[in-house]
């Protein structure tokens, strides 16, 4: 079934072509609120924010970001961190849905962008099942942000033809809870940039998991942490030492970790083992 749109304020709601729903009622927006600097927000993005009479937000939405939005919105907190959920998905798509029954702009704010481990597609098909009309906005993802604070590029012509985003949570843990190296080597193996999210608290399993898919030990990589916030911080090194050391307790969470060769640049003497520090406070 093809879905058509025209080039409108409002090209991307379009009624839900589901017979168990009228599409009537308000509209969902599933906004990426990109790294956490509210002046990173796109246009479209705050323009919706500042018509939202109810916004649900993630945990990684700093208190600064929340100040932009207008104080008539109602605010409530959804997030997980650490496996602390405080409302559970099934739940979350309820709330949704209900919101769109008493509110016309229901706003679902996401840290970086919502189709990046955002669970957006579960929330797109909860809300077109229940016939609400529904929008993702997107938004600077963790991996550009971290690319573009420590001034390089995730592909370059001659070093980077490709680059890979994955998650070291979820999806490769397996039932039991415990990691799941496979998924990262077969990740790495298949481009020469890679970029990790949700990984810092098994940096130095995944710097192991990148040499044993056949990256050199000498290899670059990058933790960043909070890029565009306050309280910054980035840590550039050996894959060697970062599987020998993963993060230090200064390092804040959660991190992004990065390693490519478009990183090469950042170490003198790329290869030889060294490594800078920086931060912002």
Not at 25 to 45: C, E, N, Q, Y
Not at 166 to 183: F, K, L, M, P, V
Request: a positive charge.
């Amino acid at each position: 079934m093809a879905l058509l749109g025209t080039l409108t304020e409002n090209r991307h709601i379009r009624p839900v072509p589901d017979s168990r729903g009228s599409g009537s009622g308000g509209s969902v927006f599933l906004l990426g609120a990109g790294p956490g600097d509210p002046s990173l927000l796109t246009i479209r993005g705050a323009k919706i924010l500042a018509r939202s009479e109810i916004v649900f937000y993630d945990a990684l939405i700093p208190p600064s970001f929340l100040a932009v939005i207008p104080e008539s919105a109602r605010l409530i907190p959804v997030g997980r961190r650490k496996g602390h959920v405080l409302l559970g998905q099934s739940e979350l798509h309820r709330r949704l849905v209900r919101a769109s029954r008493s509110y016309r702009t229901v706003v679902r704010l996401k840290g970086g962008d919502p189709t990046f481990f955002g669970r957006v597609g579960e929330e797109v098909q909860a809300l077109q099942e229940a016939g609400v009309a529904v929008q993702i906005i997107p938004g600077v993802t963790a991996a550009s942000a971290a690319a573009s604070l420590l001034g390089v590029s995730l592909t370059e012509r001659g070093l980077s033809s490709s680059c890979v985003f994955i998650t070291a949570h979820g999806s490769t843990i397996d039932g039991s809870g415990r990691w799941n190296r496979a998924e990262v080597i077969r990740a790495s193996q298949g481009a020469d940039t890679i970029a990790i999210y949700m990984g810092a608290t098994i940096a130095s399993k995944v710097g192991e998991a990148l040499i044993e898919s056949g990256r050199s030990e000498r290899d670059p990589a990058a933790i960043v942490a909070k890029a565009f916030m306050a309280g910054e911080s980035w840590r550039v090194l050996s894959l060697r030492e970062l599987a020998m050391k993963g993060i230090e307790e200064s390092i804040t969470r959660p991190a992004l970790l990065l390693s490519g060769p478009t990183l090469g640049r950042l170490i003198p003497h790329y290869a030889e083992e060294c490594c800078e520090e920086g931060s912002v406070a």
